[in-house]
């Protein structure tokens, strides 16, 4: 596992020792030039002490030489008078001024100057300044060298201070009830710290939405059901009690009604559950025009037992990005409905077009329509339209669940539904997707 206090103490340290080391290089550049100069200041002193007369008369009395510098004495003759360092290999020939010369011995630095009669000739190796700047940069940096196991001691302690609040948090979440759903509180934390905290709210936020719509979701499904239950309870204990065939049979056509009622219930909250935000859905390229005409197929035989003509008054090409299940699921819920409140001898109309490159599916029936002040709460869930005189059927058995399953589905899509008054007078419903290839799943 990644540790994030690690990770900082190993680049923050790899940035100090890297520091260090630029910063020793520095010092050991500036303190080499310092060096030279120091040096070369001290050739050219060395020069100037030696004695300018004729150098046979002062050979005798000259002492040992300071040490590392090597000198070599000319005549007006070109002739060697003296030498330091024998066993040094330098040039037989002075060059006036500093110069740096390359032997099997290393470098030197080396002056020449003409002092009275003489050539004098100075060199000292560059190794001993070398040397001289190195220790003067160790001598600067080894504190920190030293220093760097509590720096690296001290970074830990203080990354760990950092990230205490994210240990807070978490030990937050850990003592929570799995039921808590309430805010994280993101006083007395850092600025860095905070946007998690809020996403982590906005997060409980839409889990608690998620569970209360749930939850209300269960206790009216349970409601809900409990109608239809009761009743096919009541049946079969009137089929229990029929004393004849005739009776029976017409006990067992009650009973199977409300098992299909029943059953038709629980398919609709099933498809209302897949709908939900946290459903599942394949997003892929669908023909809203085959898509179109296979539902209106499955619902011919439905329309020709009403009494309804069903069919497709226009169709245009059209392709949806989104899921092709859900989707047939939304139609086949708008057509039943429509089949359904449309009395005998009535006609459901099923077009498809496309408006300024959006398509448009249009369901028109010529049923009692839906008042318009109530047009919008028909998406409620278990929500049905109160039965007025223009509205009544005794054949019409729903949940309010069918266009609560178009609205979610629709939403997935990115698609717009919206209900109005057909040309007969009846219910159309409109299904407005976004631009030809493009949506939501």
Known sequence: MRSIRRQLLVWLLALVIVGVGFA??????????????????????????LPSEPFSSVLSSRSETDEGVVIQIWNRNGVLMYYSHPRVPLAPHAELGFSTETTPRGEWRVYSAIVGDNVVQLAQPLSIRNRVAAGVAWRTLWPLVLLLPLLGL??????????????????????????ALDPLSDQRLPQEVRPLVRALNALLARL???????????????????????????????????????ARR??????????????????????????????????????????????VR???????????????????????????????????NLIDNAIKYTP??????????????????EIADTGPGIPEEERER???RFYRVGEGAN?????????????????????????????????AGGLKVAVEFALAGRGHA
């Not at 030039?33 to 060395?46: P, R, W």
């Not at 209302?272 to 935000?277: C, D, K, Q, V």
């Not at 509205?391 to 209900?419: C, N």
Request: charged share 25%; with cysteine; aromatic share 4%.
């Open 298 to 332: 499955a619902y011919v035989l439905v329309a020709q037992e009403r009494g309804v003509d069903l069919g497709v008054e226009a169709s245009e090409p059209a392709t949806v990005i989104g899921d092709a299940d859900s989707l047939r699921v939304m139609f086949n």
């Open 24 to 49: 020793g290089w520095l010092i050991y550049r500036q303190a080499l030039a310092e060096a030279n100069e120091l040096f070369d200041y001290q050739l050219q002193q060395i020069a100037a002490a």
């Open 154 to 179: 001290a970074i830990w302690v203080i990354v760990g201070r950092g990230l205490a609040p994210l240990q807070r948090v978490t030990r937050a979440l850990d003592s929570r009830h799995p039921e």
């Open 391 to 423: 509205r009544a059927r005794a054949d019409v058995a729903g949940s309010g669940l069918g266009l609560a399953i178009v609205r979610r589905i629709a939403d997935q899509h990115g698609a717009v539904v919206s209900l109005g008054e057909s040309v």
């Open 208 to 246: 608690s939405t998620a569970l209360d719509t749930q939850k209300a979701f269960v206790a009216d499904a349970a409601h809900e059901l409990r109608t239809p239950l009761a009743a096919v309870k009541i049946q079969a204990q009137l089929v229990a009690r029929a004393g004849d065939d005739a």
């Open 250 to 295: 017409e006990a067992l056509t009650d009973l199977n009604e409300g098992i299909a009622r029943a059953t038709r219930l629980a398919e609709q909250l099933l498809a209302l559950a897949r709908s939900e935000p946290d459903g599942k859905a394949v997003a892929a390229a669908v023909d809203l025009r085959a898509l179109l005409d296979d539902c």
């Open 344 to 361: 005998k001898g009535g006609r459901v109309d099923v077009c498809l077009k496309v408006d300024a490159g959006r398509p448009v599916v």
């Open 378 to 380: 028909v998406f409620d």
